[in-house]
């Protein structure tokens, strides 16, 4: 669906003029949006005209557009009317980000990159992740409650900010100077160090300061889209997105430690905020905006767009999540109505998140029955962290898995993530229980989200695949969008 776009804008108007245009503007949108679409099919996006505002400014002040997108289910997050707008009406170039590649498997992440170049060839693709995992060591793809927490300065071995760095070196063929930031990537790489023996992970900051700008109502008066690119010799990247994406851990990963707090709540960052990464490179943050769509309810909520404490009816969502991956296995559930525990039982949603209220001791405060909606609550805040991965695939892409599996791509980005991984004995890790998903909103109890004893046998991973040592996913099922 089209998103609401700001109005036309001259120099002769007034600031009150312009807003009150945008206000109208904005009211018309959501007049025919509601008009042409039920409420039952229309998702939940955003109606802050505040908020789009700071859209349609960071578009105004952007030379680079960085679109982020989480590579478990990139379409959703990818608004074709953005791509066109941005494209075609602003003239600008659009990087396609996809985040979180830890999450997929490599020969998924390779095919859905190559999905995008051929049907949006203006796009520039980047694969990225703040928090790679070393491909070299097997994962149990069952061990979804066993979190490891990387002593030491993680940030600074993100995968894609040299990527990055090469798709803006070929947007701006050379009318920016660039080495700057070259040379900040070589210095976090030949400083970055995984484990300190302390224990406690490093926050001090090595290296030149970054200069955080932090936006107020005065930054949000219109000022007319530039006509001039690459003002004072500076290329200013604006980063848009939906909520949940990783915005946040991108920059910070880019920056080399963290400057930007992250947090799971949609909505989290309120308004827009400007780092210098470098002297000749300025990042603009935007907070995620949520564009209008026909998404069903239950993949809003697992993707993380509609906000899980405002859900009054969860288990449809753990029906959806449950029919795609094999969550009573991935989680060793025991059917509440079964005796034998090896004998075979019909599995529906209510079952499992009785069953996950029995493992984890979720009981109602009156009558000590199983909470079966806090638990609902919980295995959806799982699947949003990523702890039970759903991952899209796109069309065609069972029929040519092998194809992309052997894809050079594919090896290539294994090789990468093997070499910006942790090497040898230099990683410590430390299983930390899952901390609560709701201490950001504060609607539940702390151990809402807490882990189990987690001493049970876990299965191994399946085999028939040529990345199953390393690929952690190999027990998800089929599931193409």
């Given at each position: ?339 034998d525990p090896s004998a075979e039982h019909p599995w529906c949603a209510w079952d499992i998140c009785e069953a996950w209220a029995e493992k984890r001791g979720y009981k109602t405060a009156k009558a000590a029955r199983n ?111």
């Amino acid at each position: 669906l089209d998103f609401p776009r700001r109005p036309p804008w001259s120099y002769e108007m007034s600031k009150e003029q312009l807003m009150s245009q945008e206000e109208r503007s904005f009211q018309d949108y959501l007049g025919k949006i509601h008009g042409a679409y039920s409420s039952e099919k229309l998702s939940y996006f955003e109606h802050n005209l505040e908020t789009w505002r700071q859209l349609w400014r960071v578009l105004e002040m952007s030379d680079i557009v960085l679109l982020i997108t989480d590579i478990r289910h990139p379409v959703v997050n990818f608004p074709p009317a953005l791509y066109e707008y941005v494209t075609g009406e602003l003239g600008l170039a659009l990087v396609l980000v996809l985040n979180k590649v830890d999450l997929a498997p490599p020969a998924l992440v390779v095919a859905w990159k190559h999905y995008f170049h051929q049907h949006y060839p203006q796009l520039h693709v980047v694969l990225f992740t703040s928090f790679p995992r070393d491909p070299r060591t097997p994962q149990d793809p069952s061990s979804v409650l066993k979190k490891s927490r990387r002593r030491g300065r993680g940030w600074t071995r993100a995968l894609g900010p040299e990527q990055l760095l090469r798709a803006c070196e070929a947007i701006t063929v050379g009318k920016v100077d660039l080495s700057s930031w070259r040379e900040k990537i070589a210095r976090d790489v030949a400083g970055a160090t995984w484990g300190n023996g302390s224990g406690e992970e490093e926050e001090e900051e090595d290296g030149p300061a970054v200069l955080v700008e932090q936006q107020t109502d005065s930054a949000m008066e219109p000022t007319g889209p530039t006509q001039e690119r690459y003002k004072d010799g500076v290329v200013t990247i604006g980063c848009v997105g939906f909520p949940n994406v990783g915005k946040s851990s991108l920059i910070n990963g880019l920056v080399g430690r963290k400057v930007v707090s992250v947090s799971r709540t949609p909505g989290h960052t309120r308004y827009f905020q400007t780092y210098f990464l470098t002297p000749s490179v300025k990042l603009c943050d935007c907070p995620g905006l949520i564009f209008p769509s026909l998404l069903p309810r239950q993949l809003q909520v697992l993707a993380g767009i509609y906000p899980i404490a405002q859900i009054q009816e969860p288990y449809t969502a753990v029906g959806y999540l449950a029919s795609r991956i094999p969550v009573q296995a991935l989680l060793h559930l025991r059917h509440p109505e079964a005796e034998d525990p090896s004998a075979e039982h019909p599995w529906c949603a209510w079952d499992i998140c009785e069953a996950w209220a029995e493992k984890r001791g979720y009981k109602t405060a009156k009558a000590a029955r199983n909470d079966v909606y806090r638990a609902a609550n919980s295995l959806l805040r799982l699947a949003v962290d990523g702890r039970l991965s759903l991952c899209f695939h796109p069309p065609g892409y069972s029929e040519q898995k092998g194809t992309w599996e052997s894809h050079p791509e594919t090896t290539e980005l294994v090789v990468l993530q093997g070499r910006v991984g942790p090497a040898g004995d230099e990683e410590e890790e430390e299983e930390e229980e899952l901390s609560s998903s709701c201490e950001e909103e504060g609607e539940e109890d702390r151990d809402a989200d807490e882990e189990g004893e987690g001493d049970e046998e876990t299965p191994t991973s399946a085999p028939g695949s040529s990345l199953a040592g390393r690929n952690p996913y190999a027990l998800l099922g089929e599931d193409e969008c």
